[in-house]
């Protein structure tokens, strides 16, 4: 046990020393955290539109109001001319152009039928659709406004209700992503660089030749990462709660338990890494374009994974963070119990094993 | 110098895949004594030190070391050497102290004397001074002798040293030597690995490695007359010539 403690004290001796390490650490979390949580935004706000109304009679002003007066969109121009429409879109400011025909309310009080037409710039094509989707909304809904006078002899109502997230706020999503992300640089990247790191130096050479056996080794090397990814884990939860608002639906101790777990799992990762990789050079290589990468395109993290073509989703059900986010959007989101994520748990503990199976092997080998 | 075998080794072999590394080498180190293995590059001196310190397995043959069988009491063995890799294996981000408490503390070593001996070793070196600087602000001759220091510091039985004299100048070497010897005097069996025939001469025995095997093994004396040369440097080149 003292052998133990004396390396484990060492190994955060390594840690406190080294400035890069730490920035790693304990910078990389906090900004993370902060840039995706404010920078990064799917959710329109105050975009850029211009209107051609042809007709500019009470009812088209009615809609245009409307639709100014959402909160998701303003009125940048008001044009009048077709040579217009090409300028504005170039300009680039203006990504909607709503244009409504001539005689707008007389069309729709006596052909029963009036045409709007929305153009988007869709070289930004998500929020082309996103920004067409909200406008037609707001039209549909002024539409149903008009028609409640008259008894239509038959309808359907649509509520709809964002269940979970009810503002649909991206910070939701992004926390549960960016605590996946960060405990697998952090666990999974550091350890391998630090045992690396000792295969480069020749000191893991001396300290095998030692009587400390290599499951001790493993043991006192991952300690303190344990530790310090844990008080990340922590520090990305309580901003994400409380700078962010995000909720802890669930029990917060089986949240804590599924971390450390998730940690667990990636530190073996690490080491998995380490056994295989010569130098520190090597290691930070395989950790960035093995874990970084697919953590953050194939966990659902950003791209759902449903979306993606099949072969990809059979690579994104190998990543462990996938699962990880999961439960993590359970826990918090929905704050189910165990009941509703064993299976992914399940799976997770299953890596884990497998992980440390393969890496003490490996570690035998070298022997 | 007693008779008392140390390390014996009968028909040691290890192959990787088709290459023979170690071809049946059979050999025995006495208690006390400096063995020197030595042998150009790639001859397999490396390669054997590493199975004697229990970092490789061999492929076959009987080895004992410490007096303990090397494939069933690894673990006694180990608690009974000491061993100084090629590159001083220290760490760089740890203070001299630091270094030496932390390898004497996982060979199992308590506190205090810990304490009370690495100030002694320091005083010894001429080095108190030193005591609380990181490793990487020291020069490279003062690494190995601390890398020395620290592998010896549990007082092991053996103390195996790879190459433990490259990239210094003569007179660190010799000042290492220094160090070497004392500790043989103090009953400390020292098996060290070279390229650098001058140092052979110090040696009490030396066997010589060619392409895998063991191709002489006597005192540094009885090979220069048994080969009619001046120097260990001749023999050497003999050897090679065959």
């Not at chain 1, 309580?238 to 599924?258: C, D, H, R, T, W």
């Not at chain 1, 659902?300 to 072969?311: D, H, K, V, Y």
């Not at chain 2, 490279?140 to 053996?158: D, E, M, Y």
Request: glycine share 6%; hydrophobic share 45%.
């Amino acid at each position: 046990m003292k052998r133990f403690i004396s390396f484990v004290t060492k190994e955060f001796h390594h840690i406190f020393r080294d400035k890069r390490t730490l920035i790693i650490l304990f910078g990389i979390p906090f900004a993370q955290v902060l840039l995706f949580g404010f920078v990064i935004t799917n959710e329109l706000k105050n975009v850029k539109i211009a209107v051609w109304d042809k007709s500019n009679d009470e009812v088209t002003k009615q809609i245009t109001d409307k639709i100014t007066s959402s909160g998701f969109f303003t009125l940048e121009e008001i044009i009048y001319k077709k040579e217009d429409l090409e300028r504005v879109f170039k300009a680039g400011k203006i990504r909607e152009v709503i244009i409504f025909e001539e005689n707008f309310a007389q069309k729709l009080k006596k052909e029963k039928i009036a045409n709007i037409q929305l153009i988007a710039d869709a070289s930004d094509a998500n929020s082309a659709n996103m920004i067409i989707n909200y406008t037609s909304g707001i039209i549909m809904n002024y539409t149903s406004s008009i028609n409640r006078e008259i008894n239509l002899p038959m309808q359907i109502h649509v509520n709809e209700r964002m269940l979970y997230n009810e503002e649909l706020r991206d910070v939701y999503m992004f926390v549960p992503g960016i605590m996946a992300m960060i405990l697998m640089l952090v666990s999974a990247m550091m350890t391998s660089i630090s045992v690396a790191r000792e295969k480069e130096t020749g000191t893991m050479e001396v300290i095998l030749v030692s009587p400390l056996n290599p499951i001790q080794i493993l043991l006192g090397k991952v300690t303190p990462y344990i530790v310090l990814s844990f008080l990340n884990a922590v520090t990305i939860i309580a901003l994400g709660y409380f700078v962010f608002g995000m909720p802890i639906m669930g029990n917060l101790s089986l949240l804590m338990a599924e971390t450390m777990l998730f940690i667990i799992l990636a530190l073996s990762l690490g080491i998995l890494i380490s056994t295989a990789a010569p130098s520190q050079q090597v290691a930070m290589f395989i950790s960035m374009f093995a874990l970084m990468l697919p953590t953050i395109l194939l966990s659902g993290f950003i791209f759902p994974i449903e979306n993606m073509p099949l072969i990809l989703q059979y690579i994104s059900a190998l990543m462990p963070p996938k699962y990880f986010i999961i439960i993590l959007k359970n826990i918090m989101l929905k704050g189910t119990g165990l009941a509703y994520i064993w299976k992914e748990t399940a799976i997770l503990t299953f890596m884990t094993i497998v992980f440390i199976a393969l890496s003490a092997k490996k570690f035998k080998v070298r022997l | 110098m007693t008779q008392e075998k140390i390390i014996t080794a009968k028909n040691m072999t290890k192959k990787f895949g088709h290459f023979v590394a170690n071809d049946n080498l059979t050999f025995d180190v006495y208690k006390g004594e400096i063995f020197g293995f030595l042998g150009a590059n790639g001859a397999g001196k490396t390669t054997a030190i590493r199975i004697l310190c229990g970092l490789s397995m061999p492929s076959a043959g009987e080895i004992k070391v410490a007096g303990f069988d090397i494939y069933k009491q690894n673990e006694k063995i180990k608690k009974n050497i000491g061993y100084m890799s090629q590159k001083f294996s220290l760490y760089e981000d740890l203070t001299v102290y630091e270094n030496l408490n932390f390898y004497a503390s996982i060979y199992g070593m308590q506190k205090n004397e810990i304490k009370k001996k690495a100030d002694e070793l320091l005083e010894k070196l001429e080095f108190s001074y030193a005591k609380n600087k990181l490793i990487k602000d020291i020069p490279l001759g003062w690494k190995q002798k601390l890398a020395f220091s620290t592998a010896v510091f549990h007082n092991p039985k053996i103390v195996f040293l790879d190459e433990p004299t490259g990239g210094v100048d003569p007179v660190t070497r010799r000042q290492f030597w220094d160090l070497i010897y004392q500790t043989a005097e103090e009953g400390i069996t020292v098996f060290v690995t070279t390229h650098y025939m001058d140092e052979a001469e110090y040696c009490d025995r030396v066997s010589i490695m060619d392409e895998g095997k063991i191709v002489a093994l006597d005192t540094p004396l009885n090979l220069i007359e048994q080969y009619k040369v001046q120097n260990m440097d001749e023999v050497f080149v003999k050897i090679a010539r065959k």
